[in-house]
């Protein structure tokens, strides 16, 4: 049971993965390895199903969400993220998050859902560009310290993303 996830479910180990071919797999090693298919097996096989239903369910939710599959990428190539330790950026993306943190306090003063969703799509829209350069970074130029650094950008987005979403949330009960 020591496949990486990639091999698991048949895929190339790359950022830019087929989702579809991904959900596929994925059903398929479920149903080789769902613990009802081994009701009648004995209790070390069956133990030996729920190990490997597990690890595919791991395996899977990893690769399915590109952050996740982005650290596991980089772990395979003994790279560290060092998101809780490394929290250098390029000043000017210091800088624009700066501006989101204030234009969600400016949209949340004045009850402004639509400047709020507005923020969203923008954010939506950077996480996509930067996805795309996460793409690049590893699976075409091997820049794992250029691919850790967007690692990082991107669990940043994704916690202003969470703050927009609470921000809404609230203004909206």
Same mark, same amino acid.
């Given at each position: ?12 180990? #790359? ?10 797999? @994925? ?13 009648a ?9 729920l ?8 395996? @899977? ?5 590109p ?8 772990? #395979?190539h ?12 390029p ?10 943190r ?12 639509e400047?709020?969703e ?11 560009? #930067? ?12 820049? @794992?310290?250029g ?23 609230? #203004?909206?009960?």
């Amino acid at each position: 049971m020591h496949k990486t996830h990639f091999e698991l479910f048949g895929l190339p180990p #790359l950022f830019a993965i087929d989702i579809v071919r991904l959900d596929q797999a @994925y059903r398929h090693l479920q149903a080789e390895v769902h613990p009802d298919r081994f009701a009648a097996a004995t209790d070390s096989e069956r133990h030996q199903s729920l190990q490997w239903a597990t690890h595919a369910n791991e395996a @899977y939710r990893t690769l399915k969400n590109p952050l996740t599959r982005a650290r596991y990428l980089l772990q #395979l190539h003994g790279v560290d993220t060092q998101e809780e330790s490394n929290t250098a950026m390029p000043a000017d993306f210091l800088m624009r998050q700066m501006e989101w943190r204030e234009a969600i306090e400016d949209a949340v003063v004045v009850a402004d859902v639509e400047a709020l969703e507005a923020l969203d799509r923008g954010l939506r829209s950077e996480a996509r560009s #930067l996805r795309e350069e996460l793409s690049l970074a590893l699976d075409e130029q091997n820049d @794992y310290a250029g691919a850790s650094e967007i690692v990082r950008k991107l669990r940043f987005l994704d916690k202003v993303q969470a703050e927009i979403d609470q921000a809404i949330d609230a #203004l909206e009960s």
